[in-house]
């Protein structure tokens, strides 16, 4: 499978989260629905740099 969004036709998805590490983790719950319903989706997030690591962490955000 592709990990380059573009070459391929499955759903795409864009999180973004621009603000504090809270309002990240609160949004996970949505990136879980997002993976329950559409589980071969690409969902990508943008976010602060401080907030990577723990993104990188969650399992259903492709890197």
Known sequence: MSTNPS???????L???TDRVGDTILTFPAV????NNYPEAFISFL????????IEQYAGIDL
């Not at 070459?7 to 998805?13: A, G, V, Y």
């Not at 879980?32 to 993976?35: D, E, Y």
């Open 7 to 13: 070459s391929d036709s499955r759903k795409r998805f």
């Open 47 to 54: 976010a602060q740099p401080y907030t990577v690591p723990l």
């Open 32 to 35: 879980t629905a997002l993976r």
């Open 15 to 17: 999180l973004i989260r």
